[in-house]
C-alpha cells in the first residue's frame, strides 16, 4: 500500500553501505525519488516492496532504516517482519512505536483461522446494542471495518471501493463498522450521513481501552473478512484483498 512519506529532515551523516556517507536529507531524497518513480506504474506494490528493502539494507544501522522499517512494520503480509526485527540494530529494536506495532501484528496474526473476538457497543445511529457475534448469526462473510470520521483514507474506502461493493451485493456480504478513536459519537453519526453509511456501525470512543487492541489494529482503515462460520479469514487495510477473498 502506497504510503506518504512526511519526516522531517535532520542534520545526521548517514553511511550507504558503500563507503560513501550522505546526510540523512540527501538519502532521504535519494530514497524518495526512487519509491516516486515507482510509485504509480505496474507492480508498483512488488517493486516498492524491494525498494524499501534495499535501502533497509543500505542503511540498517542508521536514522534512514529506522524511517523506512517504520513503514515496512504496517505491512506484516509483504515482509518477514520477524526475522528483521531480530536481526535489527537497537536503533530499531528499541524504539517504542515499533514494538508496539509489532506486538499487535502479533496479535492480527494470532486471529487468522481462528474465531472472531466478539466486540458489544451502541449504534452510532440508534444507540442500541450491537454486536459482531449478532451479525455473524446472520450467515453470510462478515466485514468488520475497523474506521473513524476524520481519516481521509477511510472515508475514501467507505464513499468508493468498500461501499460500493457492498451495497451492489448484498447477498454476498453483510459489514459492520468498529468506529475507533473518535471524540464523540456526534462525528460518527455526520460522517455516517456524509458518507451515506446504511449498515449498522459499533461506536467505541476514545482510544482508552479501544476494541481495537483485540484485534491487533495499529491504522485505520483495517478491515477483517469473518467466514459464516465464525472464523477470521482475511485482514487487509485496503477493501481490493477482501474483496478478492469474496469473489474466489
Not at 28 to 45: H, K, M, T, V
Request: net charge negative; aromatic share 8%.
Amino acid at each position: 500500500m502506497k504510503r506518504l512519506l512526511l519526516v522531517a529532515a535532520a542534520a545526521v551523516t548517514l553511511c550507504c553501505g558503500c563507503g560513501q556517507k550522505q546526510s540523512f536529507s540527501e538519502a532521504l531524497e535519494e530514497y524518495r525519488a526512487e519509491y516516486e518513480s515507482i510509485a504509480e506504474g505496474e507492480n508498483a506494490e512488488e517493486l516498492l516492496a524491494e525498494l524499501n528493502l534495499k535501502y533497509y539494507n543500505r542503511h540498517r544501522a542508521d536514522s534512514l532504516g529506522l524511517f523506512i522499517f517504520k513503514e515496512m512494520v504496517y505491512e506484516p503480509e509483504t515482509y518477514d517482519l520477524a526475522g528483521l526485527y531480530a536481526e535489527a540494530d537497537t536503533l530499531i529494536s528499541n524504539n517504542s512505536q515499533i514494538q508496539r506495532i509489532m506486538k499487535l501484528n502479533a496479535v492480527k496474526s494470532s486471529l487468522m483461522s481462528k474465531d472472531f473476538i466478539d466486540i458489544k457497543g451502541p449504534d452510532a445511529a440508534t444507540g442500541k446494542e450491537l454486536s459482531i457475534s449478532g451479525m455473524v448469526a446472520l450467515g453470510k462473510p462478515l466485514i468488520v471495518d475497523f474506521w473513524a470520521s476524520w481519516c481521509p483514507p477511510c472515508r475514501a474506502e467507505i464513499s468508493g471501493p468498500l461501499g460500493e461493493y457492498v451495497r451492489a451485493n448484498p447477498d454476498k456480504c453483510n459489514i459492520i463498522g468498529i468506529a475507533v478513536w473518535e471524540k464523540s459519537v456526534e462525528d460518527t453519526r455526520k460522517a455516517m450521513e456524509e458518507l451515506g453509511v446504511s449498515w449498522p456501525v459499533i461506536f467505541t470512543g476514545g482510544r482508552d481501552n479501544s476494541p481495537s487492541e483485540m484485534y491487533g489494529v495499529c491504522a485505520i482503515p483495517s478491515m477483517f473478512l469473518i467466514s459464516p462460520e465464525g472464523k477470521v479469514i482475511k485482514f487487509s487495510y485496503e477493501s481490493k484483498d477482501i474483496i478478492e477473498e469474496l469473489e474466489k
